[in-house]
C-alpha cells in the first residue's frame, strides 16, 4: 500500500506564489481528481508529487521525502504523464510505451522479453495495440493520448499521476480511460489526475482535491467538494447536481453574473 | 522487416563500408598501392611503400575514421539533446573556438616553436569555449539558451579569427591561416594521431553513454527526468563530450562541417528513429563519410591540395538546403 503525505507544500516562481501551503494524506489507493479553474496550481502540484518541483514544505511517499529519494526508484515508484503530449522523433508507437520500461532496464541493455510483453499488455488495456508499427505522428490527438497513457502504464509503477490526460479524447475514450484509471486504483494503486471535466470528476473520482489560486480550498468527496457555494466561489458557475448510477454528479450549467472569476481574452 | 530485426545489419554494414573505405584510403593517393602490395607492405617494413602507408597513408586513415566518427557522434547526440534535427557539433562554438585557438597559435609564431603548439592551442580553445557554454547556460540548463550561447560564441571566435587574419604579419600567415580554416588530413603523421585519438575515444565515451537518456528525452524533459533520466549529467556529458572529441579532432584537422549534421539525418530513418540506436551509425557512418570524402580530394584533383573541409562543405550545404526545404514541407 502506498502513502503519500503533503505538507505545507508551496511553490513560488518569481513574485509569484503558485502553490501556498497544500497539505494532505493519501492513505489508502483512490482515484483522487484535482481540480480547478485554469491558473490554480494543478500542474504545479501534479509536478511536485511527481519530485519534477523544487518547492518549500515536505512531499513524503512511503514516509520518504520524495526530494532525497534517487531517481531511479523514484521512477518505479512513479509515473508521470504531463499535459503536453510531445514525441520528439517520429518513432513507432510501440518503442514509445517502451520508453515506460527504461526504469527497469540496466546500462546498456535493450528490452527484454519481458519489457515488451507489459508494453503489449499496457497498450492492448489502452485499445492502442494496432497502432504498435505506425509511426506516433501519423496518430491522431486522441490516439497518441491514448499510446502516451500506455507507455505510463507501461513504467508499471505504484503511483500514477496524469495531467489531464482526457483532453482530447472523444466521450466514449474519455470514459474507457476513467475506467481504467478505476481499474489501476482497485489494484492498489493510488492514481491523481486532473481534470476541467467536473461531471467525469464527479462521477468517477473517489476524491477531489479543489485548488484555487494555489490553496487548497477543499478536499473530500466529490458531492461535498462541489456543491453549490464552492462552484459558484471558485469557478463563478452554477451547476445541475443529478445521479448517475448512484454517484452524484455535476453538470456545469452556466455562468453566474456579476462575478469576475473568467479573465477578459 | 522492421526496425527491430534490420539495426544489427545496418550496424554490420555499416562497419563493412567503413573497414573498406580504411582500406582504400591505405591504397588510394599519388602512389597507388594495389591490394596484393598492402598486404607485402605488411612483412617487409623496409620498402617504399611501407614506407609511405606508416608515415602518410596509415596517420591519414587513421585520423579519418576518428575524426569521422566523432563527428557523426557528436552530431547525433546533440540533436537528441536539444530535440533539433538541425543540430551539429559547430553549433556550439566549439568547431570555431577550436579554430581560433590553432589561428592564434599561428599568428603568435608558437607553430615554429613547437609542433604540439597548433593543437594543443586549438584544444585550449574548445574547451574555453564549453566552459563559457556551460557557464552561460548554468543550472537552468535551458535548450534555447545553449544554443543562443553556441551560435554567439561561433560569431566571436570566427570574429576574432577575422581579426587575426586582418592583422596577420604577412601574407604567407594569412595564408597558412586561411589554408589551415580549411580542414584537410594532408601531411599529418602518427604524432597527430597520437595526440587527437585519446581525446576522441574520451569524447566518444562520454557521447556514448547519454544514449537512454536520449530516448527518454524524446518524450521531452519533465517525463525524462520522471524517468529517473539525470538531466544535468546528460548535458555535461554530450557538451563537455563534444568539446573534448570534436576539440582535439579539430585540433588536428581544422574544421569540417556538415558530417555531423548529414550522417545522422540520412541514418535516423533507417534505425526507426530512435536517438540511442542513431549514435553508433552515425559513428560508423560518419568514419565512412569521411573517409570517402578524404579519399574523394585525392581522386578528383590529384595534382591540387584540394582541402576536406571544402569538399564536406560543397556536399553539405545543398544537403542542408534540401532538408529545410523538406522539412518546411512537412510541417505545412
Not at chain 1, 484509471?181 to 467536473?198: K, M, W
Not at chain 2, 611501407?50 to 585520423?63: D, G, K, S, T
Amino acid at each position: 500500500m502506498i502513502r503519500l503525505d503533503c505538507e505545507s507544500v508551496a511553490v513560488r516562481r518569481g513574485a509569484r506564489e503558485t502553490l501556498r501551503g497544500v497539505s494532505f494524506s493519501c492513505e489508502r489507493p483512490q482515484l483522487v481528481g484535482v481540480i480547478g479553474p485554469n491558473g490554480a496550481g494543478k500542474s504545479t502540484l501534479m509536478r511536485a508529487m511527481t519530485g519534477l518541483q523544487p518547492h518549500a514544505g515536505s512531499l513524503r511517499w512511503q514516509g520518504r521525502e520524495l526530494a532525497a529519494m534517487p531517481p531511479g526508484e523514484r521512477a518505479r515508484l512513479i509515473a508521470y504523464m504531463p499535459q503536453e503530449r510531445t514525441v520528439h522523433w517520429p518513432m513507432d508507437c510501440i518503442e514509445v510505451v517502451l520508453l515506460g520500461r527504461l526504469p527497469h532496464r540496466g546500462g546498456f541493455g535493450g528490452a527484454s522479453a519481458d519489457d515488451l510483453r507489459q508494453a503489449r499488455e499496457a497498450m492492448e488495456r489502452m485499445d492502442v495495440i494496432g497502432f504498435a508499427r505506425r509511426p506516433f505522428d501519423t496518430l491522431s490527438g486522441g490516439e497518441q493520448a491514448r499510446v502516451l497513457i500506455a507507455r505510463m502504464l507501461a513504467q508499471a509503477p505504484h503511483a500514477c499521476i496524469a495531467d489531464e490526460p482526457v483532453n482530447g479524447l472523444d466521450p466514449a475514450h474519455q470514459i474507457a480511460l476513467m475506467q481504467v484509471l478505476a481499474e489501476l486504483v482497485a489494484e492498489g494503486r493510488p492514481v491523481f489526475v486532473s481534470l476541467h471535466d467536473l461531471t467525469l470528476a464527479s462521477r468517477w473520482c473517489d476524491r477531489l482535491l479543489l485548488l484555487d489560486r494555489g490553496c487548497l480550498v477543499a478536499d473530500g468527496a466529490p458531492g461535498e467538494v462541489l456543491n453549490a457555494e464552492r462552484l459558484a466561489g471558485v469557478y463563478g458557475i452554477r451547476a445541475e447536481h443529478i445521479d448517475i448510477g448512484g454517484r452524484p454528479s455535476v453538470v456545469p450549467s452556466d455562468l453566474i453574473a456579476g462575478e469576475d472569476h473568467v479573465e477578459p481574452h | 522487416m522492421t526496425a527491430d530485426r534490420r539495426y544489427p545489419l545496418l550496424l554490420a554494414g555499416l562497419g563493412l563500408l567503413a573497414a573498406l573505405l580504411f582500406l582504400a584510403s591505405l591504397g588510394i593517393g599519388q602512389v597507388w598501392i594495389d591490394p596484393l602490395t598492402l598486404v607485402a607492405a605488411f612483412r617487409d617494413t623496409q620498402s617504399a611503400e611501407a614506407l609511405i602507408l606508416a608515415e602518410i597513408r596509415l596517420p591519414r586513415a587513421l585520423l579519418g575514421a576518428g575524426i569521422g566518427a566523432i563527428l557523426g557522434l557528436s552530431g547525433a547526440v546533440l540533436q537528441g539533446f536539444l530535440r533539433n534535427p538541425l543540430a551539429e557539433p559547430g553549433l556550439l562554438g566549439i568547431s570555431a573556438s577550436a579554430s581560433l585557438g590553432a589561428v592564434i597559435a599561428i599568428y603568435a609564431g608558437l607553430t615554429a616553436l613547437h609542433p604540439y603548439a597548433l593543437p594543443l592551442c586549438a584544444l585550449a580553445g574548445a574547451l574555453v569555449a564549453v566552459t563559457l557554454v556551460q557557464m552561460l547556460v548554468g543550472r537552468s540548463g535551458d535548450i534555447l539558451v545553449i544554443i543562443l550561447a553556441g551560435v554567439a560564441l561561433s560569431s566571436l571566435a570566427g570574429a576574432l579569427t577575422s581579426l587575426a587574419l586582418n592583422l596577420a604579419p604577412s601574407p604567407f600567415a594569412a595564408l597558412e591561416i586561411v589554408f589551415w580554416m580549411l580542414g584537410s588530413l594532408t601531411d599529418r603523421s602518427l604524432v597527430h594521431v597520437g595526440l587527437a585519438l585519446p581525446f576522441i575515444l574520451v569524447g566518444g565515451v562520454m557521447l556514448a553513454l547519454t544514449g537512454r537518456a536520449l530516448d527518454a528525452l524524446a518524450l521531452g524533459p519533465d517525463v525524462a527526468r520522471s524517468l529517473g533520466v539525470n538531466l544535468d549529467r546528460t548535458r555535461v556529458l554530450a557538451v563537455v563530450g563534444t568539446a573534448i572529441g570534436v576539440g582535439g579532432a579539430t585540433a588536428v584537422s581544422g574544421a569540417i562541417g556538415f558530417v555531423g549534421l548529414i550522417v545522422p539525418h540520412l541514418l535516423r530513418p533507417l534505425v526507426g528513429h530512435r536517438p540511442s540506436r542513431l549514435l553508433p551509425a552515425s559513428a560508423l557512418g560518419g568514419a565512412a563519410f569521411l573517409l570517402a570524402a578524404d579519399i574523394a580530394v585525392r581522386v578528383v584533383m590529384p595534382e591540387r591540395d584540394l582541402k576536406l573541409g571544402v569538399v564536406t562543405a560543397i556536399l553539405g550545404a545543398p544537403f542542408f538546403l534540401w532538408l529545410l526545404v523538406s522539412l518546411r514541407r512537412r510541417t505545412a
